[in-house]
């Protein structure tokens, strides 16, 4: 049997974190065995569904690498299907008109509930040979069985065990004729020959319901695996505010994608001690059986140190690419100054994120607006305006614009002024940066240029000279 995993977001609004790392594991156990992931749009909420949250997904998967073998498909597109296995089920037997007024419903409800009874549909229209007098379009209900025991042998919780007693006749059809979810993903799953469901484990008490459709249609029903939820740092449910973000969201924090990959894995399945996995190294190691069975806990903290490994540790050009789109964020044009590699092999020790990587490296694209007040009073003092003019002097004659030539301008420079380095660096950085903090000097004016670096440094002592002239 070949294995054939899905995803089957509903697009009421972003790709979130729980989706995300639902994706891949599916992902991962299909790519592991050789199988088909199939993407699926469960869109039958016609008031909640957009085309924006739909784009949201892909694009969200997309970044994530998490690439489909089958689909988009979308139930919506589906209905015909729908209403021919909701016939069959209603032919044999498996499935009845239910005539029940929403008031009835309600009033039942009421009576239960005053009588400490879990509310239930009590089967009233289920022997109904013809329609009331009267009576409006009726909702579809599955005949589900009202004895024994439904059984899922859950690979992340085991055995769970349900009461066909407990389980009422649910509504598989509304009254306008739309299936609802749990009808509709049973015939998904049956016509794309799903083999594994692994999903959150909300839908947990829905699955004894989906196994009762399967068999009543002969289909032997696909491994269930419910997954954990994910907490939020303090052991709390997830909110937006702590933590249930767009997976876009993490993209516009500065994340890499593999950062943010191999922190998903890690939230809830572990091989060992082992926190950094490559993407192969996940595919092979990757197994349902060892997501445990408790929930997990965001850490932040961890995202951040992982993302900072794999800035240091990826081929310079694919970080650069991620790097161009948030200095293109930024209103940068990535063009306009020098090489992003050679960027990210300066910023990469320095940097926890992409985007401080860009927000420290905009001013290799723009001239400082001005100067950092405290960096200005330090090392813009009563003297500095010659040292950088010696440095200026020394550095235009230039014959190779290297860093190691650029180190020996201005190591001699020190030592002729008899200065220690950093108080020759120091008023060069804040000159050309307008900030006490860039990568070594050397570095910073080779990338800079000797253009750029010269006209900084004459800013930087017109700026010394007339402020100094201001204050007499």
């Given at each position: 049997?070949?294995?054939?995993?899905?995803?089957?977001?509903?697009?009421?609004?972003?790709?979130?974190?729980?989706?995300?790392?639902?994706?891949?594991?599916?992902?991962?156990?299909?790519?592991r065995h050789g199988g088909r992931f199939v993407l699926r749009v469960e869109d039958t909420d016609r008031e909640?569904?957009?085309?924006?949250?739909?784009?949201?997904?892909?694009?969200?998967?997309?970044?994530?690498?998490?690439?489909?073998?089958?689909?988009?498909?979308?139930?919506?597109?589906?209905?015909?299907?729908y209403r021919e296995v909701m016939q069959r089920l209603l032919d044999e037997g498996n499935a009845y008109p239910c005539y029940c007024s929403r008031d009835r419903l309600e009033a039942l409800?009421?009576?239960?509930?005053?009588?400490?009874?879990?509310?239930?549909?009590?089967?009233?229209?289920?022997?109904?040979?013809?329609?009331?007098?009267?009576?409006?379009?009726?909702?579809?209900?599955?005949?589900?069985?009202?004895?024994?025991?439904?059984?899922?042998?859950?690979?992340?919780?085991?055995?769970?065990?349900?009461?066909?007693?407990?389980?009422?006749?649910?509504?598989?059809?509304?009254?306008?004729?739309?299936?609802?979810?749990?009808?509709?993903?049973?015939?998904?799953?049956?016509?794309?020959?799903?083999?594994?469901?692994?999903?959150?484990?909300?839908?947990?008490?829905?699955?004894?319901?989906?196994?009762?459709?399967?068999?009543?249609?002969?289909v032997q029903p696909p491994a269930y695996a419910h997954v954990p939820m994910i907490l939020d740092e303090h052991g709390k449910k997830l909110s937006k505010r702590t933590g249930a973000a767009s997976v876009m969201d993490y993209r516009e924090q500065g994340f890499l994608p593999e950062a943010v990959v191999n922190y998903l894995v890690r939230l809830g399945w572990s091989h060992g001690d082992q926190e950094i996995f490559s993407l192969d190294e996940m595919v092979e190691l990757f197994d349902i059986d060892d997501i445990n069975a408790s929930a997990s806990s965001l850490n932040p903290s961890k995202l951040l140190w992982l993302n900072q490994h794999y800035l240091k540790s990826s081929d310079p050009a694919h970080v650069a690419r991620h790097l161009a789109w948030h200095l293109g964020a930024l209103g940068v044009d990535p063009a306009d100054g020098p090489g992003l590699e050679a960027i990210v092999g300066a910023q990469a020790e320095r940097s926890k994120t992409l985007l401080e990587m860009a927000q420290n490296s905009l001013f290799f694209f723009r001239e400082p607006e001005g100067y950092d007040e405290k960096a200005a009073r330090k090392n813009?003092?009563?003297?500095?305006?010659?040292?950088?003019?010696?440095?200026?002097?020394?550095?235009?004659?230039?014959?190779?614009?290297?860093?190691?030539?650029?180190?020996?301008?201005?190591?001699?420079?020190?030592?002729?002024?008899?200065?220690?380095?950093?108080?020759?660096?120091?008023?060069?950085?804040?000159?050309?940066?307008?900030?006490?903090?860039?990568?070594?000097?050397?570095?910073?004016?080779?990338?800079l240029g000797r253009e750029a670096t010269l006209r900084r440094l004459d800013a930087a002592v017109a700026y010394m000279r007339e402020d100094r002239a201001a204050a007499t």
């Amino acid at each position: 049997m070949s294995v054939k995993t899905r995803f089957a977001p509903s697009p009421t609004g972003f790709l979130h974190i729980g989706g995300a790392r639902t994706a891949l594991f599916c992902w991962l156990y299909a790519r592991r065995h050789g199988g088909r992931f199939v993407l699926r749009v469960e869109d039958t909420d016609r008031e909640r569904s957009t085309n924006e949250a739909v784009n949201a997904i892909l694009e969200g998967m997309s970044w994530l690498g998490l690439d489909y073998d089958e689909g988009p498909f979308y139930q919506t597109e589906r209905f015909e299907r729908y209403r021919e296995v909701m016939q069959r089920l209603l032919d044999e037997g498996n499935a009845y008109p239910c005539y029940c007024s929403r008031d009835r419903l309600e009033a039942l409800r009421e009576e239960q509930l005053a009588r400490k009874e879990k509310p239930r549909y009590d089967g009233r229209c289920r022997g109904l040979k013809k329609p009331p007098e009267g009576a409006g379009a009726p909702v579809v209900r599955f005949r589900s069985p009202l004895e024994g025991q439904t059984v899922v042998d859950d690979r992340i919780r085991g055995r769970v065990t349900f009461s066909n007693a407990e389980l009422d006749d649910l509504v598989i059809a509304r009254a306008d004729g739309t299936p609802t979810y749990n009808f509709t993903v049973v015939v998904d799953d049956m016509d794309m020959e799903i083999t594994h469901v692994i999903r959150g484990d909300d839908h947990l008490n829905n699955t004894p319901r989906q196994i009762n459709i399967l068999q009543a249609l002969g289909v032997q029903p696909p491994a269930y695996a419910h997954v954990p939820m994910i907490l939020d740092e303090h052991g709390k449910k997830l909110s937006k505010r702590t933590g249930a973000a767009s997976v876009m969201d993490y993209r516009e924090q500065g994340f890499l994608p593999e950062a943010v990959v191999n922190y998903l894995v890690r939230l809830g399945w572990s091989h060992g001690d082992q926190e950094i996995f490559s993407l192969d190294e996940m595919v092979e190691l990757f197994d349902i059986d060892d997501i445990n069975a408790s929930a997990s806990s965001l850490n932040p903290s961890k995202l951040l140190w992982l993302n900072q490994h794999y800035l240091k540790s990826s081929d310079p050009a694919h970080v650069a690419r991620h790097l161009a789109w948030h200095l293109g964020a930024l209103g940068v044009d990535p063009a306009d100054g020098p090489g992003l590699e050679a960027i990210v092999g300066a910023q990469a020790e320095r940097s926890k994120t992409l985007l401080e990587m860009a927000q420290n490296s905009l001013f290799f694209f723009r001239e400082p607006e001005g100067y950092d007040e405290k960096a200005a009073r330090k090392n813009f003092k009563d003297g500095a305006d010659d040292v950088l003019e010696r440095v200026r002097g020394a550095l235009v004659g230039l014959a190779a614009w290297r860093a190691e030539a650029i180190h020996e301008v201005i190591t001699d420079v020190a030592e002729r002024l008899e200065l220690k380095m950093g108080k020759v660096a120091q008023p060069i950085r804040v000159a050309v940066s307008g900030s006490p903090v860039s990568p070594p000097i050397d570095v910073t004016l080779e990338l800079l240029g000797r253009e750029a670096t010269l006209r900084r440094l004459d800013a930087a002592v017109a700026y010394m000279r007339e402020d100094r002239a201001a204050a007499t």
